[in-house]
């Protein structure tokens, strides 16, 4: 039983996802792929950069331990000079003396000597792995910005993809004989405007065969043929116009 409750629940589970897949916004999960990326890069580059500060802080400590080695050195020469001499003298217990000294430098000087090495072996490994963290942030910092451009990419098919989706439906719609509603088509409207033309040329042609239209085309004429008398009769004078100082000087 209770294998069959782990079943159906896997099975709601699966057929939830889908339905959430197919329902949301592909903006939405390209926007929280990306956000899910920044933040790895992030957790990423905060880990490589303990990494490289792991590394400098051992070269600050190796910087400390080789002064303190040359300190040491110098402190521990002096003694040996200073025991030399105190022997030269004849002095032997302060030969004795500088000798104890030179020795306690001579150990420190080891013990900090053997703390470098153990540094510098510890830096070797440090530097290797900061060189490789540094790579790392390199390659996901270039992987980050594909991604980016791939979004932008995305987001433009996107925009292109709902363009072309109104456009579809705008001339699914126009392509419908009965759209919804009481809109009417297109070809409807077409039709309305072809029939009231084609009444008004009719009208027009019955009325252009009647007398009245016969008596206002012969109104025309004449006024046309008055139009054209007087039009010449303006021509003649101002001919005469013309010639009337050429005959004046003969």
Request: net charge neutral; proline share 2%.
């Amino acid at each position: 039983m209770a294998n069959v409750v782990r079943k159906f629940y896997r099975y709601l589970s699966a057929s939830a996802n889908r339905k959430l897949d197919d329902r949301a916004d592909p903006r939405v999960q390209i926007d929280q792929a990306i956000t899910e990326a920044q933040r790895q890069h992030q957790a990423l580059v905060g880990q490589a950069a303990a990494v490289v500060g792991n590394q400098r802080q051992l070269e600050m400590r190796m910087a400390r331990q080789i002064d303190e080695a040359e300190s040491l050195a110098a402190s521990a020469r002096q003694a040996v000079i200073l025991a030399d001499a105190a022997n030269a003298n004849g002095d032997a217990t302060g030969g004795e003396r500088y000798e104890q000294t030179a020795r306690a430098f001579a150990g420190q000087l080891v013990a900090v000597e053997s703390s470098l090495e153990e540094l510098k072996a510890l830096h070797q490994q440090a530097t290797s792995s900061a060189e490789q963290a540094r790579r790392a942030v390199e390659d996901n910092t270039a992987r980050l910005q594909g991604q980016l451009a791939e979004r932008a990419r995305l987001l433009t098919q996107i925009e292109h993809a709902a363009m072309q989706e109104q456009l579809s439906k705008a001339l699914d719609g126009m392509s419908q004989l009965t759209p919804p509603g009481d809109t009417p088509t297109l070809a409807e409207v077409r039709d309305k405007v072809e029939q009231r033309y084609a009444v008004s040329l009719g009208r027009h042609e019955l009325a252009s065969q009647g007398v009245e239209a016969r008596m206002l085309e012969i109104r025309r004429a004449t006024m046309d043929a008055k139009a054209s008398n007087r039009l010449t009769e303006i021509r003649t004078a101002l001919s005469a116009d013309k010639r009337s100082p050429d005959q004046l000087e003969s």
